[in-house]
């Protein structure tokens, strides 16, 4: 799961980012539209993976990861090239953590909305400009095309989808505003269109937290369509920098109850539909994280494609039903531990053993 953090310049995209990396990426250090981005793995915080390696005493313990990308702020005006090139980082992203400055006193839902529809307009008018150039192409080749074979019928689908878009995008609404059928995500999934992609809305406070909450609130009411969280940048990334006994003291003196990453990695599972099964044994206690509704046979081909191609059947026991029951020995005498077939819809903190042959 991949997260690209945008913002325009001087929200404090890479203080954020270092706050959930716990990175040192010296702020505003991007030269130009064409720096490299910024890139961290972070591993998603989990206490059932904790418990369940209590359990088992594993060999290795593998949390669920989430890679963050910072890429160079997206300047008001700063044309098409430059927006292209800061773009292109972000077609392959699952979701966006927007960035918004509001760690000075003048900062309100206001103006917090407004940076955000200048981002979101930045990425409709891209978006518009690859279904443009890919609509005239298609128009022409469906126009010279002959009789009713399976290439024309194909293209003439996907150009129909097309003008849909573009009928959105030019009323200034997003691609994810539009009903869209499995089939037809799958024909976009080669444009990267950036306004299909969720977001989230970071607001960089400072640290005091004295109106914090009512900012928060003021925003949600303005775009209850967006995933709106607070997060003290500067503070957190100086928390990230201290040794964590030294953090968790400065934690409770300032009153912070969590870091940031918990909340935020939680958002994007939220935004993207994604859960988590877990796997455990003496040798790995694992996080897999996949779509929700995903099956069994789905589970098994995230691990490995071999279970996947000789998919038996899977074993599955709640996380609490494991936990309470001590093993898997256990759990089986309780009758909690159930075979389930590849169709089986995984649910959070399933914890999965798949049986395979191949």
Do not use: C
């Not at 699952?94 to 529809?117: C, K, N, P, R, T």
């Not at 026991?317 to 494991?322: A, C, K, M, N, Q």
């Amino acid at each position: 799961m991949e997260i690209g953090i945008v913002g325009l310049p001087g929200s404090g995209k890479t203080t954020v980012f270092n706050a959930l990396a716990r990175a040192r990426v010296q702020v505003g250090t991007f030269s130009g539209a064409q720096s490299a981005p910024n890139r961290a793995v972070v591993k998603v915080p989990d206490r059932r993976v904790d418990v369940l390696a209590e359990m088992f005493h594993p060999k290795s313990i593998r949390p669920a990861e989430v890679q963050f990308v910072d890429v160079a702020g997206l300047a008001k005006g700063a044309g098409l090239e430059s927006e292209a090139a800061v773009l292109g980082h972000l077609r392959t992203v699952d979701a966006f953590l927007v960035v918004i400055a509001a760690f000075d006193a003048s900062a309100d839902a206001e103006s917090a909305i407004g940076d955000l529809a200048s981002l979101e307009g930045t990425f409709i008018l891209a978006d518009l400009d690859v279904v443009d150039r890919r609509v005239e192409r298609l128009e022409r080749e469906v126009r010279m095309a002959r009789g009713a074979d399976l290439e024309r019928q194909t293209k003439a689908r996907e150009l129909e989808l097309l003008v849909r878009l573009r009928a959105a995008l030019n009323e200034e609404r997003p691609v994810r505003s539009v009903t869209l059928s499995e089939d037809d995500r799958m024909a976009l999934r080669g444009f990267g269109l950036l306004s299909e992609k969720p977001l989230m809305a970071v607001l960089n406070v400072g640290d005091d937290q004295t109106g914090r909450e009512a900012l928060l609130e003021a925003a949600r009411q303005r775009r209850p369509d967006v995933d709106w969280l607070a997060v003290p940048g500067r503070l957190e990334m100086e928390l990230a920098e201290l040794d964590p006994e030294e953090a968790a003291e400065f934690m409770r003196a300032m009153g912070v109850d969590e870091l940031a990453s918990g909340p935020v990695i939680q958002a994007a599972y939220r935004i993207l539909d994604r859960i988590s099964f877990l796997t455990a044994g003496p040798d790995e206690v694992r996080a897999w994280t996949i779509r929700r509704g995903a099956t069994a046979l789905d589970a098994a081909a995230a691990i490995h494609t071999d279970l996947a191609r000789g998919f038996i059947r899977a074993e599955v026991v709640t996380y609490d039903d494991l936990v309470e029951a001590g093993s898997f020995a256990e759990a089986r005498r309780r009758g909690r531990l159930r075979s389930e077939g590849r169709a089986y819809v995984v649910q959070d903190g399933d914890v999965i053993n798949i049986l395979f042959n191949v």
